[in-house]
């Protein structure tokens, strides 16, 4: 056992906090994958956002909802921890959290500033038409 008497976040405490940002705010089991429109909200797993009419975060009536597409699981990444990051955070700077949506393939994986200059998905290579940004709460 290490004396690890530092000041950093309990690994099961940043376990919650990250679930928090990255698991459905309802079923708090699938990750947010509904994107509400015109708020842009990203709340919520396209399952338990089915049928809803106004977004629970800001109220606003939902006109659209999209499926967003995170980050493909890296097969390497063990922890839960690393995997819930992986999902969180820019795929690209790894430091701002992942706030961007592709049009038309849906990919969510990184920063409004990484992305602002690619021309194709960084994942799957579609040409990149149109991006929105995201709001987790
Ligand atoms: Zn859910
Ligand atoms: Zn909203
Ligand atoms: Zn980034
Ligand atoms: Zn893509």
Do not use: W
């Not at 309802?26 to 009419?53: D, E, T, W």
Request: charged content about 25%; some cysteine.
């Amino acid at each position: 056992m290490g004396n690890g008497k530092d000041a950093s976040i309990p690994p099961k405490e940043e376990n919650t906090r990250l679930k928090k940002l990255v698991c459905c705010s309802k079923c708090q089991v699938n990750y947010k994958s509904a994107l509400f429109r015109p708020c842009c909200h990203l709340n919520m797993c396209i399952i338990c956002a089915f049928g809803l009419k106004y977004c629970p975060e800001c109220n606003s009536t939902i006109e659209e909802i999209f499926k967003v597409i995170l980050t493909p699981l890296i097969q390497t990444i063990v922890s839960d921890n690393a995997r819930l990051k992986s999902e969180l955070y820019c795929g690209k700077c790894k430091v701002e959290p992942s706030n961007v949506l592709f049009f038309p393939c849906q990919h969510h994986l990184l920063c409004l500033d990484c992305a602002k200059d690619l021309e194709v998905c960084c994942s799957c290579s579609a040409e990149i038409r149109r991006t929105k940004q995201t709001f987790r709460s």
